[in-house]
């Protein structure tokens, strides 16, 4: 099995930037994707980023987009989100989530097998 555990959540003023992490454990971490989406109440959970099992390749929602930097450090199992300009509308639930590299990573987050607990993302106008 696979253990995820994020950190690096807080509170930041729009303009700035926090950096996430997730940590993993478990299942050797080259061995599956890694892909962040977020969550705000009375919402469905959305999609951030992903990058694949190797980190050749990155996909981003439009509104993270040339803001956001998704990354991976398969020596250290952790996976990063870089996220600057921040806007208050990124407030949310950040999640870090695992699926097998021989699985399509374009999937919806009812697919993706692994989870983390999440981390608070508070953007203050």
């Known amino acids: 099995q696979v253990q995820l555990v994020e950190s690096g959540g807080g509170l930041v003023q729009a303009g700035g930037s926090l950096r996430l992490s997730c940590a993993a454990s478990g299942r050797p971490f080259r061995t599956y994707h890694a892909a962040w989406f977020r969550q705000t109440p009375g919402k469905e959970r959305e999609f951030v980023a992903v990058?694949?099992?190797?980190?050749?390749?990155?996909r981003y929602t439009d509104s993270a987009k040339g803001r956001f930097t998704i990354s991976r450090d398969n020596a250290k199992n952790t996976a990063y989100l870089q996220m600057n300009s921040l806007k208050p509308e990124d407030t949310a639930v950040y999640y870090c989530?695992?699926?097998?590299?021989?699985?399509?990573?374009?999937?919806?987050?009812?697919?993706?097998?692994?989870w983390g607990q999440g981390t608070q993302v508070t953007v203050s106008s």
């Open positions: 989530a695992g699926r097998p590299y021989y699985s399509n990573y374009d999937v919806p987050p009812a697919e993706y097998e692994y």
């Open positions: 990058i694949t099992s190797t980190g050749d390749t990155t």
